[in-house]
């Protein structure tokens, strides 16, 4: 398991303290695991697709020239000063 190193001693302690609890009695380590999480809700992201290809366009449609060159320049610094 990759877990990500940690320098706070209560969620060492807290770790330590349940790998303890999993040896000791692996039925109870079982029931307290996280559930696997489940994939998204189709209709969420049929919804969000929806919504992300709208709203570019409206944004775009709403910039004017300056703005739009502004955030070009923008961009185009971040990309090339990287």
Same mark, same amino acid.
């Given at each position: 398991?990759?877990?990500?190193?940690?320098?706070?001693?209560?969620?060492? @302690? =807290?770790? !330590?303290?349940?790998?303890? #609890?999993?040896? #000791?009695?692996?039925?109870? @380590?079982?029931?307290?695991?996280?559930?696997?999480? =489940? &994939?998204?809700?189709?209709?969420? !992201?049929? @919804? &969000?697709?929806? &919504?992300?290809?709208?709203? &570019?366009?409206?944004?775009?449609?709403?910039?004017?020239?300056?703005?739009?060159? @502004?955030?070009?320049?923008?961009?185009? =610094?971040?990309?090339?000063?990287?």
């Amino acid at each position: 398991m990759g877990r990500k190193p940690t320098n706070d001693p209560n969620l060492f @302690a =807290k770790r !330590v303290f349940d790998n303890l #609890l999993d040896k #000791l009695d692996p039925e109870a @380590a079982a029931e307290r695991s996280e559930p696997e999480p =489940k &994939g998204k809700d189709p209709k969420a !992201v049929k @919804a &969000g697709r929806k &919504g992300g290809k709208i709203g &570019g366009k409206a944004r775009a449609a709403n910039l004017t020239p300056r703005k739009r060159r @502004a955030i070009a320049k923008k961009a185009a =610094k971040a990309r090339w000063n990287a």
